[in-house]
């Protein structure tokens, strides 16, 4: 007997299927006809059922200075079953991160800022004396499974007069630890963005890859630049790292057409993009590229397998027998919808993905909108 069935789940690509739970884990798949478990919810196909949701870049260190958010607040509570804590915290106060996330039900990893202050002040790497290989490298043996990654802002405010010197630090800190995922966030100059990619290659991720300000990665006429090309030819991958200032419709648009897709949609989420805007949640980013006309397989694939491929997780990310039982279900509920991003541009999209609850090993959180929208309760 199984733990929990979900009868009729419905998939992103439209077809309907059971999905058995035990001890934490998927168990069975497909048709499961006279199967028993302990529980079992028909989702009648109203529901879509996919692995859980994660979010590749948020700050939830409650303890941050400058960007804090509770993680069950943009996890589980918002359908997300995996958070990605995105260098909020460096060598000196990971150790205080992990601690506070024992306790909650997201799973939570982080990406070490290669600054040991972490994100105590705005420009974490300004300061060289700061930034300390062999720190860092204690952190992530002390925390393996937790560090998943390390991250470096790679833009004039945070820099200061160190130009490419900390990304430099970063590839040798990634070098030095197995080749961990190097997340780098792009923002204004210096340094140029044809600098900082060609530095980048494959396990990198190249976040706020959308961003409309001038050192984004389309040329003045709205082509790809060249070195981007020519880094993601080498692996680089493009992570949205939507967040409060760093995302433009007219930029992922014409990306998108010249083929340049997103391989991990992510939010950037913090408290105050949270509750004033324009982040909101995952899915209402998720949703954001519903409405430029991404389809749905593609967004879930972006929070999903693709997610987990490039920060590593194994056994999260697929609905596949002896992964882990961590599911998102949701709606795709038709409500139009006028949608901003950080450049004061509006998009109209007709369909809202609506998280309805969160399944981590085994057990489930409904949403709020999952609490008034739907009869079945835990």
Request: proline share 4%.
């Amino acid at each position: 007997m199984y733990d929990i069935i979900f009868r009729r789940a419905r998939l992103a690509c439209g077809e309907l299927t059971d999905v058995a739970i035990a001890a934490g884990k998927i168990a069975a798949l497909g048709q499961l006809g006279t199967a028993q478990a302990s529980r079992e919810l028909d989702l009648a196909g109203n529901l879509y059922l996919s692995a859980g949701w994660i979010d590749s870049h948020t700050h939830c260190y409650s303890k941050s200075p400058i960007y804090q958010d509770e993680p069950d607040k943009i996890g589980v509570e918002a359908g997300v079953t995996t958070v990605i804590d995105a260098g909020s915290t460096g060598a000196d106060d990971v150790d205080e991160f992990k601690e506070l996330t024992e306790q909650c039900q997201t799973r939570v990893h982080a990406l070490l800022n290669i600054s040991r202050i972490g994100l105590l002040r705005q420009n974490e790497l300004a300061n060289r004396t700061d930034i300390d290989p062999d720190l860092a490298q204690a952190a992530i043996r002390r925390h393996p499974g937790f560090i998943v990654g390390i991250k470096a802002r790679m833009s004039g405010s945070v820099v200061g007069e160190n130009g490419l010197a900390p990304l430099r630090i970063a590839k040798q800190i990634q070098r030095d630890n197995g080749n961990l995922p190097l997340m780098v966030h792009v923002g204004n100059t210096p340094p140029d963005l044809d600098e900082l990619v060609a530095l980048l290659g494959q396990g990198d991720l190249l976040t706020h890859c959308y961003n409309g300000k001038p050192n984004r990665i389309l040329t003045p006429a709205g082509e790809l630049r060249h070195s981007v090309r020519s880094a993601m030819t080498r692996g680089l991958l493009m992570d949205v790292g939507h967040g409060g200032a760093s995302f433009s419709f007219e930029v992922a648009e014409q990306a998108i057409k010249a083929g340049v897709l997103p391989d991990t949609i992510s939010s950037d989420i913090y408290c105050k993009n949270r509750i004033k805007g324009p982040v909101y949640s995952l899915a209402h980013v998720m949703s954001k590229f519903l409405a430029i006309g991404l389809p749905l397989d593609r967004v879930i694939a972006c929070v999903t397998d693709r997610a987990a491929d490039a920060l590593r997780l194994h056994d999260k990310g697929r609905l596949t027998v002896g992964a882990d039982a961590d599911l998102t279900l949701f709606e795709l509920a038709h409500q139009p919808h006028l949608f901003a991003d950080t450049e004061a541009q509006h998009r109209s999209g007709d369909h809202q993905l609506m998280p309805v609850a969160a399944l981590v090993a085994g057990k489930l959180t409904l949403t709020q909108y999952g609490e008034s929208h739907h009869v079945f309760r835990l």
